[in-house]
């Protein structure tokens, strides 16, 4: 059962953004929290940032202030907006969901310098 999907991950250039969604199948999975995750080429996957299901935001220290995570009860979307972008950025971006911890498929974020 599907109950995340992830989109808008792409090529861009260093310094440019990119706007990441993640679809729920259910309110319930927006709304309890989610976390953005990546994984790049030889790495161990790694959490990016969470919502809370207050509405509360965390971030990796390594995209403070560069990324905002966010949501939309009514569209059961949660997005991941990507300012600043540096190479080391590039990986596979997954959505995961608290309330069934459950994973989406991953998009690939690829930041040319």
């Known amino acids: 059962q599907v109950r995340v999907v992830e989109s808008g991950g792409g090529l861009v250039q260093a310094g440019g953004s990119l706007r990441l969604s993640c679809v729920a199948s259910r309110s319930i999975y927006i709304s309890y929290g989610m976390d953005w995750y990546r994984q790049a080429p030889g790495k161990q996957r790694e959490l990016v940032a969470t919502?809370?299901?207050?509405?509360?935001?965390n971030y990796a220290d390594s995209v403070k202030g560069r990324f905002t995570i966010s949501r939309d009860s009514a569209k059961n979307t949660a997005y991941l907006q990507m300012n600043s972008l540096k190479s080391e950025d590039t990986a596979v971006y997954y959505c995961?969901?608290?309330?069934?911890?459950?994973w989406g498929q991953g998009t690939q974020v690829t930041v040319s310098s």
């Open positions: 995961h969901e608290n309330w069934g911890n459950s």
């Open positions: 919502i809370t299901s207050s509405g509360t935001s």
